[in-house]
C-alpha cells in the first residue's frame, strides 16, 4: 500500500531531511517516489483545501509555500496507520519518544513532516504529487 509522507520546509532548511528519509527507510518504508518542490500559492492551497475554513489554514498555506519541501510516495503494508504511529503526534511534546517529530519538529506548527491521515485521502494525496509512471 502507497502512502504520502512530506518532509516540510522546516526540516528541509534545517538540513534534517536525510535523517527523516533515514528514519522513514529504518522503519521499513520503501521509497517509490520522491521529489523536491517549492509549493506555489496555489499548489499549496489545493492541497490542504479539506482545511480551508479552519483557522490554522492561512498559516499552514504561509508555512508550506515558506520554501521547499519534500513529498514522498512511500510503501508497505498498512502504510497509513504505520506512518501515523512512526512519525507521532502533531506537537511533539505530545510525541512518543524515537517518533520522527519527538526527534526533528521545532513545534506543533513546524513539526517536520506531514502524513496521509486515511487509505483515501493517501492516494488522492499521492497523485497530487506523483503521476504513476513516476512510481518505481
Known sequence: MLTLAIIKPDAVASRKAGKVLAHLEGAG???????????????AEAFYAVHRERPFFRPLVAFMTSGPCIPLALERADAVAYLRTVIGATDPKEAAPGTVRALYAESKERNAIHASDSEENGRREVGFFFAEADLQ
Open 29 to 43: 518504508f520503501a521509497i517509490r517516489g520522491a521529489r523536491m518542490v517549492r509549493l506555489s500559492l496555489a499548489q
